[in-house]
C-alpha cells in the first residue's frame, strides 16, 4: 500500500479536457492528502472550474487519470460520487431558487438515509449560520448573496462530504462576509474535512491553505507550501498584485 | 333544467380530464423543456387499454366493478410502462439536440401509437360498457350522474396525492430539484434520468386515468380520441401556464368551464345560428388568445427561459 495512488485522496495525472476546439486542461497533476487544505490559485480562463467539475463526474476528460481514495474516478457515474464524499460547491453557489432553504439542506443529504444523524447534522448547520435557521421556510432565490454562499456550504456540510472542492467561494461577497465564509471553511476545516479550494482571491487562500497550486492555461506552473507561495515574487505580482 | 348549472357540471367533469392531461404537459415541460406531443395519443392507449381488459374481465364472468377496477390498473400499468419507453426511446437520445428536434420527434411517435392502436382496436367507435350504477341525482335544477360525481372526487384524490408527492417528498424535492438545475441536482447525488423518467411515468399514469374517465363518461372509446384532447389538454396547461402545476389545474378546470358554457349559449347569441357542436372553437379561441396577450399564462412567470 505505497503507491501514490492509494496514498493521497485525491490523486490526479496529466488530466486533459478540452471543450470542442479549446483546450481547458493541458496535462494537470494534482494531489491533496487526508485532512489538507488545498488552495489552487489562477487567473481567469485559467481552467479551475474545469478541473472541478471534471472531478465531479460533470465533465468527461479527454486523458489522465483521477483516483480518489485509491479508486479510479472514472468507475463512478456523477451522481454517485456525492456518496463517495466527494461534494463540490459549485462556481455561483448554484442553491437551488425555487426550494426552501431547509429543502436545499435536504437536498444536500439527499443521498443519506441515516435519519436521525441528518438531523443533527441540520441542527449544527443551523448553529454555524443562525440566518440560514431563520430563513429555513424561505425561498432560497430570496436570499443575499452572502447568505446563498451560507446555503450552499450549508448543503455541501449535509452531504458529510470527505473532501470538500469549493470553487471560488467568496466571489461578489462584501469583505465582512468574506471573512466570515473563511472563517467556516478553517471550521470544517479543523473538524478534518479535506479542501480543495479555487480562489481568485489568492492572498487569503494562501493563508488559510497548508499547500498551494497556481494553475495557467491548463496547465499547474508551480506548487508549493502556501507560506512559500504566499512569498513568492512571481505569485505575488500575478494574483496579489505587488 | 336550468341550463347554466348543468353547463358548470358538465365543465367541472371535463375539466377535471384537461386538469389531469394537462399535468403530465406540465411535469414534462417543467423537467426537460420538451412539449411532449404524444401525450394525448397515451390518454387513448389508457382508454384502449383499460377497454380490451374490462371487455375481457366481462367475458370470464367478473363483477363491473372488479372489472373496471381492474381494467383501470392494467391500463395505469400500461400508460406507465409506455410512458417510460417513450422517453427511454424517443426523448432521450435526443436530450442535447436542438430544441425542433424532440418536438418533430413527439409528432412522430403521437403517429405511431395512434396507427398502431389503429390496427390494434380498428378505426371503429368502440361502445365503453356503463359499469357503474347509472343513477343520477339533482343538484341545484341540473342534473350530475354517479360517474360524473366518481370523476371528480377521483381527479380530486389523484391531483391532491401528486400534489403532496411533488411538495413533501424525498422524490417531489429532486424532481423539482431537477427541473430547476439538473446538473446541480447531479451534484447532490440525484440520478436525473431516473427522476426524469419518473415524471413521464407519473404523467402517464394521470393520462390513463383520464382515458378511463373520458370514455366511460361518454360511453365510447376510439383510436383518434387522443389528439383533440391531447391539444386541449396542451391548452389548458398553456393557459394556466406552462411549466406550474397549479397552473395545469386551474387551467383544466377553466377551459373545461369555458368549452361548456360556450357551447351551452352559443346557439343562443348566434341567434341559432351556430350549435354547440362548435365547442372546440373555444378551446382553440382560448388557446390564441392566450398565445398573443399571455404567453406565460395565468400562473406562470416568465417564458423561453430555457433555449
Ligand atoms: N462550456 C464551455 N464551452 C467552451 N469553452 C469553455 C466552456 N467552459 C469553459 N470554457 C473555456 O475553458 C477555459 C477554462 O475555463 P474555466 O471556467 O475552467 O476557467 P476558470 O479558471 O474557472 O476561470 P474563472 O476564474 O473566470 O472562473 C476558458 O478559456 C473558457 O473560455
Ligand atoms: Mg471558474
Not at chain 2, 271 to 296: A, K
Amino acid at each position: 500500500m505505497t503507491t501514490p495512488e492509494l496514498k493521497s485522496l485525491l490523486h490526479v495525472r496529466n488530466l486533459k479536457m478540452s471543450y470542442g476546439g479549446i483546450q481547458a486542461l493541458r496535462g494537470v497533476d494534482l494531489d491533496v492528502a487526508h485532512g489538507e487544505l488545498i488552495a489552487l490559485i489562477g487567473s481567469n480562463g485559467a481552467g479551475k472550474t474545469t478541473l472541478l467539475k471534471v472531478l465531479a463526474g460533470l465533465l468527461q476528460p479527454a486523458s489522465g487519470t483521477v483516483h480518489y481514495r485509491g479508486t479510479p474516478l472514472m468507475h463512478h457515474a456523477a451522481h454517485q460520487l456525492v456518496q463517495e464524499g466527494l461534494t463540490l460547491v459549485p462556481e455561483g453557489r448554484g442553491i437551488f431558487a425555487r426550494l426552501t432553504v431547509k429543502e436545499n439542506l435536504q437536498m444536500g443529504s439527499y443521498c443519506r438515509s441515516d435519519e436521525p444523524s441528518i438531523d443533527r447534522d441540520m441542527q449544527n448547520v443551523y448553529e454555524l449560520f443562525p440566518r440560514l435557521f431563520e430563513r429555513h421556510k424561505q425561498l432560497a432565490g430570496t436570499l443575499s448573496g452572502g447568505e446563498q454562499q451560507m446555503l450552499a456550504l450549508g448543503r455541501a456540510l449535509m452531504s458529510r462530504p470527505t473532501l470538500l472542492m469549493l470553487d471560488e467561494p467568496s466571489m461578489g461577497l462584501a469583505p465582512m462576509m468574506v471573512t466570515k465564509i473563511f472563517e467556516t471553511i478553517q471550521e470544517i476545516s479543523a473538524r478534518g474535512v479535506s479542501i480543495l479550494l479555487v480562489e481568485q482571491n489568492a492572498k487569503l487562500a494562501l493563508e488559510v491553505a497548508q499547500r498551494g497550486y497556481v494553475l495557467e492555461n491548463g496547465l499547474i506552473t508551480s506548487s508549493d507550501s502556501a507560506a512559500k507561495l504566499l512569498v513568492s515574487p512571481a505569485v505575488r505580482q500575478a494574483y496579489m498584485g505587488s | 333544467m336550468d341550463t347554466f348549472f348543468q353547463q358548470i357540471i358538465n365543465g367541472l367533469v371535463q375539466g377535471s380530464v384537461y386538469a389531469m392531461v394537462a399535468l403530465g404537459y406540465t411535469m414534462v415541460y417543467g423537467i426537460l423543456g420538451l412539449i411532449n406531443f404524444a401525450h394525448g395519443e397515451v390518454v387513448m392507449v389508457g382508454a384502449m387499454v383499460a377497454l380490451s381488459v374490462i371487455q375481457l374481465s366481462i367475458s370470464y364472468g367478473l363483477p363491473p366493478i372488479l372489472a373496471l377496477l381492474i381494467g383501470l390498473m392494467v391500463s395505469i400499468a400500461a400508460c406507465m410502462a409506455l410512458g417510460y419507453s417513450i422517453e427511454r426511446v424517443a426523448y432521450r437520445p435526443l436530450r442535447k439536440a436542438p430544441r425542433l428536434a424532440p418536438l418533430i420527434t413527439a409528432i412522430g411517435v403521437s403517429m405511431v401509437l395512434q396507427t398502431l392502436a389503429m390496427i390494434i382496436w380498428g378505426r371503429e367507435y368502440h361502445a365503453f360498457p356503463s359499469l357503474l350504477p347509472n343513477g343520477s341525482h339533482i343538484l341545484f335544477g341540473a342534473i350530475i350522474t354517479e360517474v360524473q360525481i366518481l370523476i371528480i372526487l377521483v381527479a380530486l384524490a389523484m391531483m391532491g396525492g401528486l400534489l403532496l408527492l411533488v411538495h413533501r417528498t424525498r422524490l417531489g424535492r429532486a424532481m423539482r430539484a431537477v427541473a430547476e438545475d439538473p446538473s446541480i441536482a447531479t451534484l447532490m447525488g440525484v440520478n436525473t434520468n431516473s427522476v426524469i423518467s419518473t415524471t413521464f411515468m407519473l404523467g402517464s399514469a394521470l393520462a390513463a386515468t383520464a382515458g378511463v374517465m373520458i370514455s366511460a363518461n361518454y360511453g365510447i372509446a376510439h383510436y383518434y380520441m387522443g389528439s383533440v384532447l391531447g391539444l386541449k389538454a396542451f391548452t389548458a396547461a398553456v393557459l394556466g401556464g406552462i411549466g406550474n402545476m397549479y397552473g395545469a389545474m386551474v387551467g383544466g378546470l377553466l377551459l373545461g368551464l369555458i368549452e361548456s358554457l360556450g357551447a351551452g349559449y352559443i346557439g343562443d347569441l348566434s341567434g341559432g345560428f351556430l350549435g354547440s357542436h362548435y365547442q372546440d372553437v373555444f378551446s382553440f379561441f382560448v388557446l390564441i388568445s392566450v398565445l398573443i396577450f399571455r404567453p406565460s399564462g395565468l400562473l406562470g412567470e416568465r417564458v423561453a427561459e430555457r433555449s
